[in-house]
């Protein structure tokens, strides 16, 4: 006990050097893990205030040959500020007519102020049937720019090109948009009777109905048995 405590008075300032040297690695772990969390923190609020468009093509459930684009915003804040801007890369006068078209609806001219998070708008629409090969060849570009509640500016391009729907077909109506052709028809049912625009067919049946059905089958059965004995009475007079 003794030796070990001389050797502690001996080299009581190594020791001392290293215990610093150990409290200064530790706070320099614990200002590296507290930077981490701060900056893990940030990043977890900028994604729950960032936005994010999403412009996809998309045809009508009733007709696949009838398509427009689909403005969507798949992100958790509010874009504000939105701006489209559109080029046409290949395709000649079909691109330009397919942007015309596209573009006919107004905020692709004038933009959108806020665009909540969810929310989704659609352009006008094109028929693939009008110039078909040439809209199918076509490959068109749009940027959208805008900018989110915290002020940081996004920037993405959409690259559309027309022929990765070469050949797509349907088979059918959707389940979905039958469904609502048919509760559209009976609600005008609903309504034409409502409003006596038509009348139920229905047939009644009283309880006078049901005594002049037992008397029409009473008078059939005695006419049925006098002549079941007007036969076995001929019979008898033959033997």
Do not use: C
């Amino acid at each position: 006990m003794g030796d070990l405590l001389v050797l502690l008075n001996n080299n009581a300032g190594a020791l001392s050097v290293l215990f610093s040297a150990l409290v200064t690695l530790a706070t320099v772990v614990y200002a590296g893990l507290t930077w981490k969390l701060v900056t893990e923190t940030r990043l977890m609020r900028e994604v729950q205030t960032e936005p994010k468009i999403e412009v996809v093509l998309k045809s009508l459930d009733f007709a696949l040959h009838i398509v427009r684009l689909h403005i969507q915003n798949v992100g958790f804040g509010p874009a504000q500020e939105v701006r489209f801007a559109f080029q046409a890369i290949s395709g000649g006068s079909s691109a330009a007519a397919l942007i015309k078209e596209f573009s006919e609806t107004n905020f692709f001219k004038v933009g959108l102020a806020h665009f909540g998070a969810g929310q989704e708008r659609f352009s006008h629409y094109t028929q693939m049937t009008q110039d078909h090969d040439g809209k199918i060849a076509s490959v068109i570009s749009i940027e959208v720019t805008y900018r989110s509640a915290l002020g940081k500016h996004y920037r993405d391009v959409y690259i559309l090109d027309m022929s990765e729907y070469k050949g797509s077909y349907q088979l059918g109506k959707p389940h979905m948009y039958s469904v609502a052709q048919s509760l559209e028809k009976l609600q005008k049912s609903i309504d034409q009777i409502a409003t006596g625009s038509r009348r139920l067919k229905i047939d009644v049946y009283s309880s006078e109905d049901r005594e002049v059905e037992r008397q029409e089958m009473e008078e059939y059965r005695q006419e049925f048995a006098a002549k079941q004995r007007q036969r076995a009475e001929s019979s008898g007079d033959e033997a």
